[in-house]
């Protein structure tokens, strides 16, 4: 079994290949371990640690998250909470506007917390770097145990990016209490959010008992069809045999039906349901890649013909649904989306997978959130009211290993409190943070275990470390109080979704809004949606929210000029001659090496019409002159030379008792292919120096 | 453990990947003459064992993979800077890359515009090392690369690549597949990384032309070519570490 291939989640769509090769239970056990295995590689933070052990402890006890008396899905209970970024000491608050767009939603849940509602803005906000302890210290709350209310409120909603308020956070927080983290590409999508919320909390939203488990199963590829075969369909099939499902409508759309389109009319067109489970492949995008902050996460349908129907090339966008697909005319308000994806509800600045000596990846310029999920919560018409994903690569590997003990509870709790309970999605995701709670905690014995010499079985150790990091990451977008609202059962739901009067205010971006994504010219574009307004671009003039320093000097920011910089034009706007001198000094610099380029690039004409490998071996290298061309002394085993015309002539090595030495033929071919390969790279990355080179020259 | 070296006449910075950027020693060639001395050597030092050595070259090849990705991603950071993306954090408690190339509006600021280019300051020290790391990008597609294995200290191979794929290759003599294996796996290596550093030339000068239009500079782009270069190897030392 250790040799068996574990297949993740994830498509890698500039490539067209998957985001993670398959491995080895082995191969991924030796990559978790590392070459130092340490209790620290579960969390670094110590009191952290102790905290999940906590938490294990009180699940085996019975013990609940909220301390005993309270209800969890009663605010004057369990109270409510919003926590904003805190500004630099000194400077105006940049998300002073969100705030007041967020006012109906705060004076909602002010009204129904009552003297347990709290808000944690400006300086008693989040501060860059700080843990989950010493926030909740700051709060005047305890840092273990079943959470107080009275100290800080059960549920918290963190409005902000997870650069200002990391996903670290948000995971450690939400072992104690019930969080989301709402961040929106624009202020007015944030009173879209609470506008949609209250609406759905005032009656006004009363939506048919519909659940649609949605699956592709892409040809040839493993982690769909398990994911199909062995998450969604057992999943919707225990909700349907559940007696206080009577009421309830349960589809299931997977395989050949799970195309884009499809799942189009069920995220806002005709066949929206009040909850929408999703099993899929998320789409990745290198970090160089321009669709990837716009596209990351996006749910890869049917219409993927799988790795091989397909082939290594960048998949187009008419195979997965992004945030661009959702129209201005969607319908969603009230729905709550569970999407099972990679990085369905967003991307972490450096990667969670584990890298030999610890290296880890740069995956993306910036941690951010799912676009999808923005369009959907900020929904001018009224939005999704919560969308629960991943952060980070989902795991197939987590719900069904090979021992054939399936991992379907967390999942089905989850929903049933969700959709049969009622409850808040904050409360009904705490089956995730248990068994968040639990894997944590064996898995630091684990790692503890092989330090001390007694290695787990290399298969339980890679299945607990990936349902841990599974169970960690699901993270819930939107307000965690929010439910759904559900028509009464004897009661016929309105024909129609509602929708939203227009939210009427200024409209600026908000802190760490990005760009659109640019389509790559050579891939086909998405299907436009009818009267689907684009977001607006960030200008330059805008008074930008987030481009605020640590450490900046005491004249403050940069000022936002009229040439719509923050700054920077009077850094070469000033200088008067000093800034010729170096003009000067630099264009000399660069001269130089365009000169070089160009007799490169002349000798490129000249030398690449042919191809030379040459293999020598002698007794004492260090005798050899080599450098200077002078192989003297030196024994020439193998001789290689392609010309451009396709001959190609060999020297063979010969042993000296006669016969050929196929082990140092070996290297020298193994040396020729060396060669070809990085003859094409130096061509490539000369030609890309080259292009820079005139980009600037020309200025583009 | 391993160590990697890039012994390089131009005195650049460390290229993309785990290598050290180190002066030309007085002598250190030996019986070679000086003109050799104008060769970038890739050195890589692997310990004897050779469960490490493998190790080792396996996490040189990560860190490689990440460094390449962190480069790839510089115009996209600076974008995002540009336009007031997320890719600063408020009151970030430690620099980045996007602070520093702030702090060298700020330095110019405090200082006043007498002291562009000049004096000692993060700016000066800029332009210098750009300088620097235009010579090494310059050596690298001008003369050929030199790799060398040793193990435990001991030479066990060498190769001479020219760029435009000319390979020489010197091996010690018998059955030293290990050797070899491994040569070939640290060549791989250093190729990748010559070649990941002349794709960061194209990088830094893209990105110079971002914050020349960031800065409407009426220089032009090559103006802002070191503030580019410091914000990609800000990047860089961010992912090593």
């Known amino acids: 079994m250790p040799d068996e291939l574990l297949y993740f989640n994830g498509v890698n769509a500039s490539r067209g290949a998957y985001g993670r090769e398959p491995m080895t239970a082995a191969e991924l056990a030796a990559l978790i371990r590392g070459p130092a295995p340490r209790g620290e590689q579960v969390d670094p933070d110590p009191e952290q640690r102790r905290l999940l052990k906590q938490r294990a402890q009180q699940l085996e006890t019975g013990a609940f998250e909220v301390k005993e008396g309270v209800q969890q899905d009663d605010l004057s209970q369990t109270g409510w909470a919003v926590v904003f970024p805190a500004p630099p000491a000194g400077t105006p608050d940049p998300y002073a506007a969100v705030r007041e767009a967020l006012a109906p939603l705060l004076d909602l849940r002010r009204r129904q917390a009552g003297p347990l509602y709290r808000e944690c803005f400006g300086p008693a906000g989040y501060r860059p770097g700080e843990s989950r302890g010493d926030f909740l210290k700051r709060q005047g709350a305890a840092t273990s145990g079943p959470v107080d209310p009275e100290r800080f409120p059960y549920y918290v909603l963190l409005v902000g990016s997870p650069e200002e308020i990391p996903f670290r956070f948000q995971y450690q927080l939400d072992v104690q209490y019930a969080v989301g983290r709402l961040h929106l590409e624009h202020v007015r999508a944030y009173g879209q959010y609470a506008a949609s919320v209250v609406a759905a909390e005032s009656g006004e939203v009363a939506l048919a008992r519909r659940a649609v488990f949605f699956a592709p199963a892409n040809p040839d590829d493993p982690a769909t069809r398990r994911s199909a075969s062995e998450l969604v369909a057992p999943l919707a099939a225990s909700l349907q045999a559940e007696k206080r499902a009577s009421t309830w409508q349960i589809a299931r759309v997977a395989g050949e039906q799970a195309t884009k389109a499809r799942l189009a009319a069920l995220l806002g067109g005709a066949e929206t349901p009040a909850l929408l489970f999703t099993a899929s492949h998320g789409a990745e995008f290198d970090p160089s890649d321009p669709r990837q902050v716009a596209h990351q996460g996006a749910l890869i349908c049917q219409d993927w013909p799988g790795p091989r129907g397909w082939g290594r090339r960048p998949l187009p966008a008419d195979f997965y649904l992004a945030g661009d697909d959702i129209g201005a005319d969607a319908r969603i308000l009230g729905t709550v989306a569970f999407h099972f994806a990679c990085f369905g509800a967003g991307t972490p600045r450096l990667d969670d997978f584990p890298h030999e000596r610890g290296a880890q990846a740069a995956i993306a310029p910036h941690a951010f959130v799912s676009r999808l999920a923005q369009r959907l919560l900020g929904h001018p018409r009224g939005g999704a009211l919560a969308v629960i994903g991943h952060v980070e690569r989902a795991w197939t590997y987590s719900f069904s290993d090979s021992y054939g003990a399936r991992q379907l509870e967390t999942f089905d709790s989850a929903l049933r409190r969700i959709m049969l309970a009622g409850a808040p999605v904050g409360w009904a995701l705490e089956f995730f943070n248990n068994r968040y709670a639990e894997l944590a905690t064996g898995l630091t014995e684990d790692f503890e275990n092989i330090r001390f010499g007694t290695p787990p079985d290399d298969y339980i150790f890679t299945a607990r470390w990936t349902e841990h990091n599974d169970a960690r990451s699901y993270v819930v977008l939107g307000d965690p109080a929010v439910r759904l609202p559900l028509a009464p059962a004897d009661v016929e739901p309105p024909a129609a979704r509602a929708t939203i009067p227009e939210v009427a205010m200024p409209d600026p971006p908000t802190a760490g809004a990005a760009q659109p994504a640019p389509e790559r010219p050579d891939l086909p574009a998405s299907p436009a949606s009818p009267g689907d307004t684009p977001a607006p671009a960030y200008t330059l003039t805008t008074p930008g929210p987030v481009v605020i320093y640590a450490g900046y000097p005491p004249g403050g920011l940069p000022a936002q000029g009229s040439a719509g910089s923050y700054g920077l034009g009077d850094l070469f706007r000033s200088g008067g001659e000093a800034v010729n001198e170096t003009f000067q000094k630099l264009n000399e610099t660069l001269r130089g090496f365009a000169e070089k380029l160009s007799q490169t690039l002349q000798t490129t004409l000249e030398d690449a019409a042919h191809l030379e490998v040459e293999t020598y071996v002698a007794s004492d290298l260090a005798a050899i002159a080599y450098r200077q061309g002078d192989f003297s002394g030196a024994e020439l085993r193998a001789v290689t030379r392609m010309s451009l015309d396709g001959d190609t002539q060999v020297l063979v090595p010969q042993r000296d008792g006669g016969g050929v030495d196929t082990e140092l033929w070996a290297v020298h071919t193994s040396m020729v292919a060396q060669a070809q390969a990085n003859r094409a790279e130096m061509i490539k990355a000369i030609a890309e120096a080259a292009s820079g080179l005139f980009a600037a020259m020309q200025g583009k | ?241």
Do not use: C, K
């Open chain 2, 1 to 241: 453990m391993a160590s990697f070296e890039l012994i390089d006449p131009a005195g650049g910075p460390a290229p993309p990947g785990p290598w050290a950027s180190r002066p030309i020693p007085a002598g250190s060639f030996g019986a070679a003459g000086e003109s050799e001395a104008a060769l970038p050597l890739w050195r890589v030092i692997l310990p004897a064992s050779p469960v490490a050595a493998r190790a080792d070259l396996a996490a040189a090849e990560h860190s490689l993979a990440a460094q390449e990705a962190a480069v790839a991603a510089a115009p996209i950071r600076l974008r995002a800077l540009a336009t007031g993306g997320s890719a600063v954090s408020f009151g970030a408690p430690t620099a980045t890359p996007e602070t520093n190339l702030l702090a060298l509006i700020a330095e110019q600021r405090g200082v006043g515009a007498a002291s562009f280019g000049g004096g000692g300051g993060p700016l000066a020290e800029a332009e210098e090392r750009f300088g620097a790391f235009v010579a090494q990008v310059r050596d690298a597609i001008a003369y050929a690369a030199l790799v060398e294995t040793l193990r435990e200290g001991v030479l066990v191979a060498r190769s001479q690549v020219g760029w435009t794929g000319d390979l020489r290759s010197l091996l010690a003599p018998g059955p030293l597949g290990e050797h070899r294996a491994l040569h070939r796996r640290a060549l791989a290596l250093a190729l990748r990384s010559r070649a990941a550093l002349l794709r960061s030339f194209g990088i830094v000068m893209r990105g110079a032309a971002i914050v020349a239009a960031m800065a409407s500079s009426p220089a032009g782009a090559l103006i802002a070519a070191p503030a580019a270069w410091r914000f990609v190897d800000d990047l860089l030392r961010e992912v090593r570490g």
